[in-house]
């Protein structure tokens, strides 16, 4: 395990710090810009974070961030609150897309959530299991659980892609489309 972890590490500094530098035009990694209201180079962005912690957790915590958080969670119903240690392991991404000021690394149709989103999935299983344990050791109505599909139907209704959805594109898949659209 160990060979492998340092491999994984040294590979991914290899390519972040030699290879993909060397292959831009600016000769640093072109998604260092994202963050660059903390520094202009990787340095300088780890120093400027450790130098103002108020204004990252102000960052990470700002209104449209938390909305993207909601957009995250609101699927599995909040469950995956309930088994944080598997989230934990996405946390370097989450990072990355609440930090950055490329406000697309916060809509969740596109790539950026690609590796979050199994995580909240696993959190999510390991949640309702946590809950389940909870209520059967307090010999509560099983019943409860039925409140989780709420927030569910709520957020495949919002943001889903079935035909009866708000902002569903279905139709736009499935028909002719005019040239002039």
């Not at 994984?8 to 963050?35: D, N, R, T």
């Not at 344990?133 to 569910?152: D, G, Q, S, T």
């Not at 902002?167 to 489309?177: A, C």
């Amino acid at each position: 395990g160990l060979v492998t972890a340092a491999s994984g590490i040294l590979a991914f500094l290899v390519i972040f710090l030699v290879l993909i530098p060397k292959a831009s035009a600016s000769g640093q990694h072109w998604a260092l810009s994202y963050l660059s209201m903390y520094g202009n180079s990787l340095n300088q962005i780890i120093v400027g974070m450790i130098r103002s912690p108020i204004r990252v957790v102000s960052d990470f915590f700002g209104y449209d961030r938390l909305y993207y958080y909601f957009q995250l969670l609101l699927p599995v119903g909040f469950l995956s609150l309930l088994a944080p240690q598997f989230l934990l392991i996405s946390l370097p991404n989450l990072l990355i897309n609440s930090l950055s000021n490329n406000q697309l690394m916060r809509i969740i149709d596109y790539q950026y959530t690609s590796s979050i989103i199994p995580w909240i999935f696993i959190s999510a299983i390991y949640g309702y299991k946590n809950l389940l344990r909870f209520i059967i050791k307090r010999k509560l109505n099983r019943r409860y659980v039925i409140f989780f599909a709420v927030p569910i139907l709520l957020s495949s209704y919002w943001w889903g892609e079935l035909p009866y959805e708000k902002t569903s594109r279905f139709f736009y898949f499935t028909s002719e489309q005019s040239e002039n659209v």
